[in-house]
């Protein structure tokens, strides 16, 4: 079992709020990322993170931010919530050396409504 | 711009028999290919993975069979169980990026 966290795991909120999506890991791992997954499936890279004070966009243009203070947290933000921003968000986390496995956390399904 | 390719979309396989998806991709400067398996309300997990250097990986029910040349990777499940009814993805990457690209996911139903 992977030790990544994601809380919420479902958000049901109003068009136009605040929301954070928190991400947490108890590996060490210096890289994370956030994925967006569509309900068709395809996982969409969209904020990746190399170590503390790095943050990177992805390859799928989001409104999100992010942001990397501590190794072991990666929060998401979405300062407006929009029905468009409806997805689930999946965080993962990987050792910083070579390619090595991914690990990710159950997911967060955000509603806008 | 889709870099890694995967069909079929879904897959519908009875016990015993062997299930087989298929990955094509664009950048030769990927140099991992992950095969990542989900199942419904989890995160994908990692199955197995292949580097460039070799043309075939094995563990237990599950080969990853590497063309270079044809810029192609597939994943064969053997004996495909009821328990390996999931969604299944390619990847590749580089190592240089960290950045994982997946292709679109196959739902597979291994059906008793």
């Known amino acids: 079992e992977a030790d990544i966290y994601q809380t919420p795991r479902y958000l049901v909120i109003g068009t136009g709020k605040k929301i954070t999506l928190e991400c947490s890991q108890t590996?060490?791992?210096?890289?994370m990322y956030w994925y967006q997954q569509d309900p068709g499936m395809e996982l969409h890279l969209i904020h990746y993170?190399?170590?503390?004070?790095?943050?990177e966009k992805g390859d799928l243009s989001s409104e999100s931010t992010v942001s990397r203070i501590r190794t072991e947290h990666f929060p998401l933000t979405l300062e407006s919530a929009r029905p468009s921003h409806t997805s689930q968000y999946l965080c993962?986390?990987?050792?910083?050396?070579?390619?090595?496995?991914?690990?990710f956390g159950q997911g967060t399904r955000l509603t806008v409504v | 711009q889709q870099q890694v390719k995967q069909s079929p979309q879904s897959l519908i396989v009875q016990k015993g028999g062997i299930s087989i998806i298929n990955c094509a991709y664009e950048?030769?400067?990927?140099?991992?290919f992950p095969w990542y398996q989900q199942f419904p309300g989890k995160g994908p997990a990692l199955l197995i993975a292949?580097?460039?250097?070799?043309s075939e990986k094995k563990e237990g029910r599950f080969t990853i069979s590497f063309n270079k040349s044809a810029k192609q990777f597939s994943l064969h499940i053997m004996d495909s169980q009821p328990g390996d009814s999931a969604t299944y993805f390619c990847?590749?990457?580089?190592?240089?990026?960290?950045?994982?690209?997946f292709g679109s996911g196959t739902r597979l139903l291994v059906r008793p």
């Open positions: 993962a986390s990987s050792k910083g050396v070579m390619n090595t496995e991914a690990f």
């Open positions: 590996m060490g791992h210096d890289k």
């Open positions: 993170s190399y170590g503390v004070n790095s943050t």
């Open positions: 950048n030769t400067a990927f140099d991992y």
């Open positions: 292949i580097r460039p250097d070799v």
């Open positions: 990847a590749g990457a580089m190592d240089s990026s960290y950045k994982l690209i």
